[in-house]
């Protein structure tokens, strides 16, 4: 019975809550969210066989100019589409570019990177230093990166130190990758620093 009786004032409460909350409306904001939904291993083989990665290069590169049909403000990739050098040299990778050039959309892709200044040399397990989402304008530029900050345990990456909110031109964006959108103190920290549109990453496989 106490179980029920605890379930049933969340529920009440929860109720009223919603019912008192003034509207806020919608952004306005029309994404598209790429799903590639393909099995782990073709992400992590990829990494090693060029014929993988051309894969996923070709399966992102289709979808994503499918997606670009529907007019979108934003184009979203998943966390970690492409285990390519997508950030080498603080270079952006030129398909990547060239495609949101193309397309005059938008893009915020999830991409394994390197630390600033360095190429992906670092031994095994990883050759990447973050697991980042990175922010393309219109014109194929860099507008941003955020590298993730809340790891789980046995991910082959380092935490990283940058904002979770970045500016975009659709207003600041406030980003989570995978599970680091459990945390109710990261999500109100996203909020305090000013996002105005929240975007949660996960890696689709």
């Known amino acids: 019975a106490a179980p029920g009786l605890c379930l049933g004032v969340a529920l009440a409460f929860g109720l009223l809550r919603l019912s008192s909350s003034p509207a806020t409306g919608s952004s306005g904001v029309r994404a598209a969210i790429v799903q590639g939904a393909v099995p782990i291993q073709v992400y992590w083989e990829s990494a090693t066989r060029p014929a993988g990665q051309r894969f996923l290069s070709d399966l992102y590169l289709r979808l994503t100019r499918r997606a670009s049909e529907l007019s979108p403000d934003l184009i979203l990739w998943p966390e970690q589409p492409v285990l390519g050098d997508l950030l080498g040299q603080d270079r952006l ?33 990883s050759p990447f230093q973050f697991n980042s989402a990175l922010l393309l ?9 955020y590298d993730k900050r809340r790891l789980t345990l046995l991910e082959p990456y380092q935490p990283g130190k940058r904002s979770p909110v970045m500016a975009s031109p659709l207003g600041p964006l406030g980003l989570f990758i995978c599970e680091e959108s459990l945390y109710p103190s990261f999500r109100r920290e996203v909020v305090r620093r000013g996002a105005a549109v929240l975007v949660e990453m996960s890696n689709d496989a």
């Open 93 to 125: 990778d030129s398909m990547v570019s060239s495609l949101a050039r193309e397309l005059g959309i938008p893009m915020l892709v999830g991409a394994s990177t390197p630390r600033a200044g360095e190429g992906p040399s670092r031994p095994t397990p």
């Open 137 to 145: 304008s219109s014109d194929g530029d860099l507008l941003g990166q």
